[in-house]
């Protein structure tokens, strides 16, 4: 097993909530071997030399949310969990990689960091290089131009002097239009990995927990329970998109040149400055996008086209590129949590309890299937467990029991009593 973390002093705390980079490399350095500890023993044998990586990109994650903890002891468990997270992400990473290469994806065996070499890395990490984009779109672009000019000039080599002509005009259709394909099809292909990156930042939350993040463009994304944000290095300079699973709202920093973008499962959605939810966890059948300033374009990747949603507006996304707009009560249940309520409309309780097992962190089940069945409509804040479980149970007809390890349990509270006609 690995080393518990050491716990965290008040005014190293109090540092490093404000901000103070000094604290923050402090504390990775002193914490640095525990970490790469846990690190190792979440990724395993195999992939142990990643330890120092994930180690790093875990405490980045908590020092992006570092504003939303209230004592020391919750950074310290912050990152424990995120080096898990980080180490499951590794691994998901790995086997997709052995799955593309048709067997074993083999990487360097090598030691993990040094803690100077690591602290090093977490300061490249906060203050990255800057890219000049438009001077490398313009190399990139004059290059292309050179190439297809001299193409050109060798097809028009000899021969009567209208087929050249006609096949010059011909290739430079071709090669005008190529090349806007291959700009946009490149742009998608170099955000795909940059988003798949080791030094992609990630913000997550747990289950039961919500914040708020500024983000390096100006933006704000409010992030929903059991959530997470993918953001490539070059987010907010060279791009502005990032990668969703699970809830989250965000609110378009403006006058940047590059459009802000959010994919999330199967959507590509695009704003220009504006306000929208998106809701895309994994076990959901589509994404869910809600529009509440401005406007956004939605697409599906690998098919043409796309819907614009306006401002009052929320859809569904299918895999197939479907856009249909949602009822009322699927968008409640989607986005209520925005507003810091969770909305049931004729839900069944095999829907209603999921989403308060993520949102407030409970270990709950039914004592039969069959009372999933049970439909209830419901508006609970979002402040406590308890009052959720009571209000879940008194509309369902149910009751709240705890088996051997505290996990709540809920029965059939048995046949209501009908009610007793008034004296006249």
């Not at 065996?109 to 602290?119: G, K, L, N, P, T």
């Not at 406590?384 to 479980?389: I, K, V």
């Amino acid at each position: 097993m690995a080393d518990q973390l050491q716990p965290i002093d008040s005014a190293q705390f109090t540092a490093f909530k404000s901000g103070d980079e000094q604290a923050l490399t402090a504390l990775f350095r002193s914490r640095y071997d525990s970490l790469v500890a846990h690190a190792r023993e979440a990724l395993g044998p195999d992939l142990a030399h990643f330890s120092g990586r994930v180690a790093q990109q875990a405490t980045l994650g908590v020092w992006s949310r570092r504003t939303d903890f209230d004592n020391a002891p919750g950074v310290t468990s912050a990152l424990q969990e995120a080096v898990v997270g980080e180490a499951a992400q590794q691994r998901r990473r790995h086997a997709a990689l052995h799955t593309r290469q048709g067997g074993a994806a083999h990487a360097p065996h090598v030691s993990a960091m040094s803690a100077d070499e690591a602290v090093q890395k977490l300061l490249e990490a906060l203050h990255p290089a800057k890219v000049d984009h438009e001077k490398a779109v313009g190399e990139v672009q004059a290059t292309r131009k050179h190439h297809a000019a001299q193409h050109v000039q060798k097809v028009g080599k000899g021969g009567g002097w209208k087929g050249p002509t006609a096949l010059i005009v011909v290739l430079g259709i071709v090669i005008v239009y190529g090349m806007k394909l291959m700009n946009a099809g490149g742009a998608d292909i170099a955000v795909t990995k940059a988003l798949a990156a080791d030094d992609a930042r990630t913000l997550s939350s747990q289950r039961g927990q919500r914040g708020t993040v500024d983000l390096s463009d100006g933006s704000k994304a409010k992030i929903g329970s059991d959530s997470k944000l993918r953001l490539p290095i070059e987010f907010g300079s060279t791009m502005r998109t990032l990668q969703l699973t699970g809830t989250a709202a965000f609110t378009v920093g403006a006058g940047q040149p590059l459009p802000f973008t959010v994919r999330a499962g199967s959507a590509i959605i695009t704003a220009t400055g504006t306000q929208f939810t998106v809701r895309a966890f994994e076990e959901d059948s589509a994404v869910m996008l809600s529009v509440d300033e401005g406007s956004v374009s939605v697409r599906v990747k690998d098919v043409r086209g796309e819907t614009a949603v306006a401002a009052g507006k929320a859809v569904r996304v299918g895999l197939d590129g479907a856009v249909k707009e949602m009822d009322d009560a699927a968008r409640a249940l989607s986005f209520a949590w925005v507003r810091d309520t969770l909305s049931f409309v004729d839900a069944p309780v095999k829907h209603v309890l999921p989403e308060l097992i993520r949102w407030f962190d409970l270990k709950a089940s039914l004592a039969d299937a069959a009372l999933g069945e049970r439909t209830v409509s419901l508006q609970i804040g979002m402040q406590s467990s308890g009052e959720a479980l009571s209000m879940l149970a008194k509309a369902a007809n149910l009751s709240v029991g705890f088996d051997k390890d505290d996990k709540v349990v809920l029965t059939d509270a048995g046949v209501v009593p009908a009610k007793s006609p008034k004296a006249k």
